[in-house]
């Protein structure tokens, strides 16, 4: 079936390093991604998205990658500080199939180490 | 910052019994979206509502649910008998446009059937 998933469920990171929190989907007609974060009791908060027709978009501290050909998804983070300790989920849609609903992955755990 | 807003926080029910779950979404928004997550696991899409009227559901909306806009401010999701298994947290989300727009969520209704 179609479904977006996540290769580590839980990362640690030392306060001040970059974290990497990957994402693999299967549904090659997806051509809108977007990275949540949820705080212990908040619903998701919107990080950054990034379109099919573009490889890479960066925000504040933060950047996605789009690999189209191995349907990866990568959120970046620079400079990771105990803030940014939460669960991060990436979602996809597809624009030019009509769909507005967002399939979630799994989520990663970033833990922040001091 | 505008926000989407859900009430109650938490609601307690016995199975059976009819709730409704209220949001209120951004005020320029003109999409509105129910989604659920069930402890541990994903978030997942169950139904979209435009101009009045759904355009998207999932699997798991089914005759049980039903979605309704009273008024200019509120969206409502109702479960008409409630399940053990309709134990989640439900959230709402709202966005300006329909595909490609951003969807921002709620905190969350958190349903607990007993």
């Known amino acids: 079936g179609e479904s977006v998933g996540l290769h580590l469920p839980t990362l640690s990171v030392q306060e001040g390093d970059n974290s990497i929190i990957n994402c693999a989907y299967s549904?090659?007609?997806?051509?809108?991604f977007i990275w949540y974060k949820q705080e212990s009791g908040k619903g998701p908060q919107f990080i950054i998205d990034?379109?099919?027709?573009?490889d890479k978009r960066q925000g504040q501290r933060v950047t996605v990658l789009l690999n189209k050909t191995v349907k990866h998804l990568s959120l970046q983070i620079a400079a990771t500080q105990p803030g940014d300790s939460a669960v991060y989920f990436c979602?996809?849609?597809?624009?030019?199939?009509?769909?507005?609903?967002?399939?979630f992955g799994t989520g990663t755990r970033l833990k922040v180490l001091a | 910052e505008p926000e989407v807003t859900q009430t109650p926080s938490h609601q307690v029910t016995q199975m059976g019994q009819e709730v409704i779950l209220r949001c209120v979404p951004i005020?320029?928004?003109?999409?509105f979206y129910w989604y659920r997550q069930i402890l541990g696991q994903k978030v997942e899409f169950l139904v979209s509502?435009?101009?009045?009227?759904?355009?998207?559901k999932s699997e798991i909306f089914d005759d049980q649910f039903s979605v309704e806009r009273p008024d200019g401010s509120n969206f409502t999701l109702k479960i008409r008998s409630t399940k053990l298994e309709d134990s989640a947290m439900y959230f709402c989300?709202?966005?300006?446009?329909?595909?490609?727009?951003?969807?921002?969520f709620g905190a969350g209704t958190r349903l607990s059937v007993l």
């Open positions: 005020s320029n928004h003109l999409y």
């Open positions: 990034i379109r099919s027709n573009m």
């Open positions: 989300a709202s966005s300006r446009g329909g595909g490609g727009n951003i969807q921002y």
């Open positions: 549904n090659s007609a997806s051509d809108y």
């Open positions: 509502f435009y101009n009045n009227e759904i355009s998207e």
């Open positions: 979602a996809e849609t597809g624009i030019t199939s009509g769909t507005y609903k967002y399939i």
